[in-house]
Nanobody, 127 residues
């Protein structure tokens, strides 16, 4: 199993940037697909981005494509989510998630593929 801790959230003006980090414990971090989900107040949780074990494959929701970039450093057991051109509708709690995979290139979009979740980090975008 892997434990996840997010950081980097905060309050930022529209148009600004943030970099979220997800630090994982465990020696098998490179065996996990890692993703980000978010949940705004009163709304359903939604997929944001995911990255394969190797980092060679990524996937993004249409609402963030072109503005968000997911990356990973397996040597540091860390995944990053660079968020640019923030909009008020990006306001949400962002969760880092991890799911085991035997494939180095697969990514997952659905939350039932992930069995490890962080506590979340709040991102608030003011207009």
């Amino acid at each position: 199993q892997v434990q996840l801790v997010e950081s980097g959230g905060g309050l930022v003006q529209a148009g600004g940037s943030l970099r979220l980090s997800c630090a994982a414990s465990g020696r098998t971090f490179s065996s996990f697909v890692v993703g980000w989900f978010r949940q705004a107040l009163g709304k359903e949780r939604e997929f944001v981005a995911a990255i394969s074990r190797s980092g060679g494959s990524t996937d993004y929701s249409e609402s963030v494509k072109g503005r968000f970039t997911i990356s990973r450093d397996n040597a540091r057991n860390t995944v990053y989510l660079q968020i640019n051109s923030l909009k008020p509708e990006d306001t949400a709690v962002y969760y880092c998630v991890a799911g085991y995979s035997t494939s180095t290139m697969v990514v997952f979009r659905t939350d039932n593929n992930y069995n490890a979740w962080g506590q979340g980090t709040q991102v608030t975008v003011s207009s």
